[in-house]
């Protein structure tokens, strides 16, 4: 199941720097098709959500428009699966604290992380690792997830 299964749109398309002229000749006519972030819903509750290689400020603040969507469609345990991002930008870790914040505000709880080792230490350096849980895989964070107490 995809972002765009669960919305009926695909969120937008991660961002590129081309000309005017350019940019104009390829969406004459038609959208540029946009990235999906695959979705794995594991009952009413649970979901894993994938990010992709390159995590960009512009494509972690889609990635954390997705999310909240599906909090908003009544998931309420989440695994973001970030182990697949091998490069990222600060501003792209800030926009994830952003989304931190927002989960909080849906009661989006408990919330585990899968992310290569750098992104683990990065997460750690803005304190990320006293909300959500982090783990080297996604089995791990799924692991991580069910271990918390319910409630």
Known sequence: MFIRDVLGVAPRQMSTTRSSSTSAALDHGR??????YPVRRLGE???VVEAPPQFT???ARDFSRAVLALCADGIRELVL???AVRRHAWPAVYA???LEAHLSEACCAPVAVSAHSVLVQDLRAVGLDRA?????STQGALA???RRPVG
């Open 81 to 83: 699966d970030l182990s």
């Open 96 to 98: 994830l604290c952003e």
């Open 45 to 47: 509750r649970l979901a």
């Open 132 to 136: 959500w849980g982090l783990s080297g």
């Open 57 to 59: 400020e512009a494509v």
């Open 31 to 36: 959208a540029p098709a946009a990235p999906a």
């Open 144 to 146: 991580e997830l069910l």
